[in-house]
């Protein structure tokens, strides 16, 4: 099955910085790739998705990157702020195919002020 | 935009009793629904797989007997621990796939289950 694998497991980085948060997938036929942002005792929320067949993709400070051919993917997210501090997961699936998600173990981020 | 309902937030029951939880679909159709466990400080690990009208897939590991699962229509899929044990403690999530296909799998807020 499909194995993702998330780095680094925490990352503090001080607001108006960028943080970047690295996954990597190991299933070729995953076509789909969300990232998640999940804060303490909520359920998580989707920030940005991309499918295999872009290899980037922005929405305001949040942008996504794919490789197919090395199989990862990252998340960016410039001028950080206090509030996106959070738990990021990113996950792995193979769309309109009713799959579930298989998901990282998460990226603990924390912006100082 | 769509919105995954679940009910209850929180629950405290005694150990040996069984607990329900709801997982809603408020503005579309989902054919599938699917069933997290999260650990503190850990990842979302699948449960199962429910498909409106069929039995639920059960992911390697899960007890189907002690987590029943039922999704009776389309907006509605319902997770009942049966027998709960302190071990059962943990945030329960459910997610939906509109029946569209077309759009991002939405997810619920949780319920944190504490079995005392």
């Known amino acids: 099955g499909e194995n993702v694998e998330q780095h680094p497991s925490t990352l503090s980085v001080q607001e108006g910085d960028s943080a970047v948060i690295k996954c990597t997938y190991s299933d070729s036929a995953s076509n789909y790739f969300p990232w998640y942002k999940q804060e303490l005792g909520k359920g998580p929320q989707l920030i940005i998705d991309i499918r295999s067949n872009v290899g980037e993709k922005k929405d305001q400070r949040i942008a996504v990157t794919l490789n197919k051919t090395a199989k990862h993917f990252s998340l960016h997210i410039t001028e950080t702020q206090p509030e996106d501090s959070a738990v990021y997961f990113c996950?792995?699936?193979?769309?309109?195919?009713?799959?579930?998600?298989?998901f990282g173990k998460g990226t603990s981020l924390l912006v100082t002020p | 935009g769509a919105v995954v309902s679940q009910h209850p937030s929180r629950v405290i029951c005694k150990s040996g009793t069984s607990v329900k939880i709801e997982c809603r679909s408020l503005?579309?159709?989902?054919?599938?629904m699917f069933w997290y466990r999260q650990f503190p400080k850990q990842s979302l690990m699948l449960m199962a797989t429910s498909n409106e009208g069929s039995k639920a897939t059960y992911e390697q590991g899960v007890e189907k007997d002690k987590f029943l699962i039922n999704h009776a229509s389309l907006t509605l899929s319902t997770l009942t621990v049966t027998s709960a044990h302190p071990e059962d403690s943990s945030f329960y999530i459910c997610?939906?796939?509109?029946?569209?296909?077309?759009?991002?799998?939405?997810f619920g807020n949780g319920t944190r289950l504490t079995v005392t």
């Open positions: 996950a792995a699936s193979i769309y309109n195919s009713g799959y579930a998600l298989n």
């Open positions: 503005d579309f159709q989902a054919t599938t």
């Open positions: 997610s939906a796939l509109d029946r569209g296909m077309n759009s991002p799998l939405h």
